[in-house]
């Protein structure tokens, strides 16, 4: 007989959001990352070709957290012809100690939105320069609200530009996130000036063609892509990484797979790079002055929903949030 | 806005158990397994040191089924000396056309009992002599009760003889099965008798050590092994299974990491082995005559838990069982 929580979007929602705790959560477990502490094996991904979809596994044992996340991710990308959305999926807690199921988190991919959203907050805040102010986002989806939202934590951004193929949906953006931040926040047609008049850039899309190239970078600059999680995605050119002065990966083992990293293997080029936990930890330098130019790539990993879920489970056990059902 | 079926334990005991649907709807896996048809990803581990503990994570695509099982299983060998079971876990049923989350299963471990028990019985149906009448089981545990009833859906089975390292526990499992199954079941002081005068033997044990030796066979003999699961584990000796006339894998893939096979590799030794699922097809022949010595080696598969949840899930829509939630 074991006591499981069961928790809703809603729940997770009113537990935990863009804040300083959950920032400081999510940036803890780069460090554990690049040492090799803890467990985080590969993702583990199940192909439904028969409806255009797969299903991603995503875990990591972190020590010092009180959980260990399970979380499925399932892409179906059929789904919208049908009403549904393409995206889906949920997350499980084991207690650390024990193994014992203690939480099942249905958040609709709630706690992924968020994790990645700190994780781009913690890419800005060891990598852009201390006074970035103008940011550029591309894509205008949920991803880029979370990520515009997250800088706002850790810089002192009073300039968003929005680019993304959609025009209508970057002016959607504009206006919402302009209210809700209270910061000027404009729709843009050229992606090369809105990058070139940015401290700070972050591409959210799903492209598999690049976005930004080298021609666009100037000293300053910080890029963030958060977009390519699969084989065949890219946002960032290889002459661009190649130019940048420190080129980060969350993790060089998910990113030569998965990101950015990918498309750079797969070019033969030599470069040096480096993971977000050794610069957090010091051990790499990062931004060395307020010339250069830095790219940071995040995969996203196992070892972030472990962080983010084990908070909102810690929380949700002290509020009484949920249900509870016994097994 | 998704609804999910929460089913705990006795939902599923009261919805599924050791019958002819459940047989088939395993049997069915194996031929799919062998095809290579769906996906099935290697097994996704999680180690946990620090708690002695590590997460095991099954997953399955089979085309033809409702659902899409992700099963977590939990071992912490720490957890006894708290008065806590070192096995638990959950499955996660996701729908197999959209991906989206359909039921949780706390099962506690149940599905995956049954399954297992399921998987001796066909193994049994497509291996053993068809009037075999005698069995050994080896351990006495809970799989050790699975794996006779099983046997019983399959076989005329009226004798069973218990061996198990710790005789009390034989004697207890003696009684109870004799009065659930209505047949003569004893508890035996030696292995080597107990095979000798047996038609079919299931070993359920986490032994480290071959059980089964080459001068325990003997012309008509048929041993299923469902207790290796992990890289130390082995109860047939190498030699033994090079004598069989036939020897079959659930999975030819986990077996060489995780079962049987594994010790044969590192032997050296060349041995002809086939899947269970070539033989239900009549790919590869089974047993051709009364005489010969099979063994079948079963490290338990994502296909299996996929198939048995989906039949659950299915069901308990039909019935309305648990409770549903809206995320």
Redesign the interface.
């Known amino acids: 007989m ?1 006591t ?1 929580r ?1 928790l ?2 809603s729940d997770l929602r009113a537990t935990v959001g863009l804040g300083e705790q959950e920032l400081d959560a999510i940036e803890a477990v780069y460090p554990l990352i690049s040492a090799g502490v803890g ?4 993702i ?5 070709p ?2 255009n ?1 797969e ?1 991603d ?1 995503k ?3 972190l ?1 010092g957290h009180s959980g ?1 996340a ?1 979380k ?1 991710s ?3 990308f059929d ?1 919208p012809a ?1 009403g ?1 959305p393409s995206l ?3 997350m ?1 807690v ?1 207690d ?6 203690r939480s ?1 988190l ?3 991919g709630y706690l992924t939105d968020l994790r990645t959203g700190l994780a781009g907050a913690v890419a800005a805040r060891n990598l852009a320069r201390e006074d970035a102010s103008v940011a550029a986002i591309v894509g205008a989806g949920a991803q880029a609200r979370y990520q515009l939202e997250a800088l706002t934590l850790v810089r002192p951004i009073e300039l968003a530009k929005i680019w993304a193929r959609n025009r209508e949906r970057a002016e959607r953006y504009a206006a919402e996130m302009a209210e809700r931040l209270g910061l000027e926040v404009v729709a843009v047609s050229s992606l090369d000036s809105a990058v070139a008049e940015s401290d700070v850039v972050v591409t959210t899309t799903p492209s598999t063609e690049p976005l930004i190239e080298q021609s666009m970078l100037h000293p300053g600059l910080h890029v963030t892509a958060v977009g390519s999680d699969a084989e065949m995605k890219q946002e960032i050119a290889v002459d661009a990484l190649a130019r940048a002065d420190r080129f980060v990966c969350d993790s060089i083992a998910q990113s030569s797979r998965l990101g950015e990293l990918r498309a750079v293997l797969a070019s033969g080029l030599d470069m040096s790079v480096v993971e977000l936990g050794q610069v957090i930890t010091g051990e790499e330098p990062g931004r060395v002055s307020d010339d250069d130019i830095t790219v940071c790539d995040l995969t996203g990993t196992g070892a972030q929903d472990t962080a983010i879920a084990s908070l909102a489970v810690e929380r949700c056990d002290l509020s009484g949030a949920g ?1 509870t ?3």
């Open positions: 074991t499981i069961v809703v979007e467990s985080m094996p590969p583990m991904r199940i192909d439904v028969e409806s979809g299903i596994i875990s990591a044992y020590p260990i399970v499925v399932a892409g179906f789904n049908r549904l889906g999926g949920l499980m084991f650390a100690e024990t193994g014992i199921p099942a249905f958040d609709n249900i059902i016994e097994t």
